[in-house]
T-cell receptor
Framework: KAGVTQTPRYLIKTRGQQVTLSCSPI?????VSWYQQTPGQGLQFLFE???????NKGNFPGRFSGRQFSNSRSEMNVSTLELGDSALYLC????????????FGPGTRLLVL | QQQVKQSPQSLIVQKGGISIINCAYE??????FPWYQQFPGKGPALLIA?????SEKKEGRFTISFNKSAKQFSLHIMDSQPGDSATYFC????????????FGKGTKLSVKP
């Protein structure tokens, strides 16, 4: 089985721009969670999607949003980028909503200049 | 927000030695405690996990010890190998959080040959 894939792997943006990241979960998995990883804050939960609906949300501003499609693929959008948004964005898939076993993708490295 | 505190930040162990990483949490409303291993340029990979009704779980060279009354859990890596050199994260899942994992800040392990 193919693992979780994320595209693009690297992105460079400037402040004020917006960005969309994509995640394809493991085949058959219907839950997708997003995490932000930074050296200072570590891994922080952004949100979880299941059956095209956001089920859970972390403590991030509304500039961070996402969606999930009927094939379980998910996108994450960050609007009005700030320097502090530079991070590794990780997507994790799970077989069911709130699934304990989460499989992470390799992440998208975002650099905001 | 609930926290999971992880120590040490970094650890150097000789090949064949025992690596010990500790985590403590502040809230009893956690029901699942996984450990993840992350290599540079990769996403975290689930290593081993435990539930609070079990005091110890062993999988190969990796053992989790869990002390519910002290709200602490630890990862022991026996016979540490250079290939174990990676960053290790403990995590905890809040009851009813529907999959939201709260991560420790990570421990960078270096195993010297």
């Amino acid at each position: 089985k193919a693992g979780v894939t994320q595209t693009p792997r690297y992105l460079i943006k400037t402040r004020g721009q917006q960005v969309t990241l994509s995640c394809s979960p493991i085949s058959g998995h219907r839950s997708v969670s997003w995490y932000q990883q930074t050296p200072g804050q570590g891994l922080q939960f952004l949100f979880e999607y299941f059956s095209e609906t956001q089920r859970n949300k972390g403590n991030f501003p509304g500039r961070f949003s996402g969606r999930q499609f009927s094939n379980s693929r998910s996108e994450m959008n960050v609007s009005t980028l700030e320097l502090g948004d530079s991070a590794l964005y990780l997507c994790a898939s799970s077989a069911r909503q709130g699934g304990e076993t989460q499989y992470f993708g390799p992440g998208t490295r975002l650099l905001v200049l | 927000q609930q926290q999971v505190k992880q120590s040490p930040q970094s650890l150097i162990v000789q090949k064949g030695g025992i690596s010990i990483i500790n985590c403590a949490y502040e809230n009893t409303a956690f029901d699942y405690f996984p450990w993840y291993q992350q290599f540079p340029g990769k996403g975290p990979a689930l290593l081993i996990a435990i539930r609070p009704d079990v005091s110890e779980k062993k999988e190969g060279r990796f053992t989790i010890s869990f002390n519910k009354s002290a709200k602490q859990f630890s990862l022991h890596i026996m016979d540490s190998q250079p290939g174990d050199s990676a960053t290790y994260f403990c995590a905890a899942r809040e009851v009813g959080s529907q999959g939201n994992l709260i991560f420790g800040k990570g421990t960078k392990l270096s195993v010297k040959p």
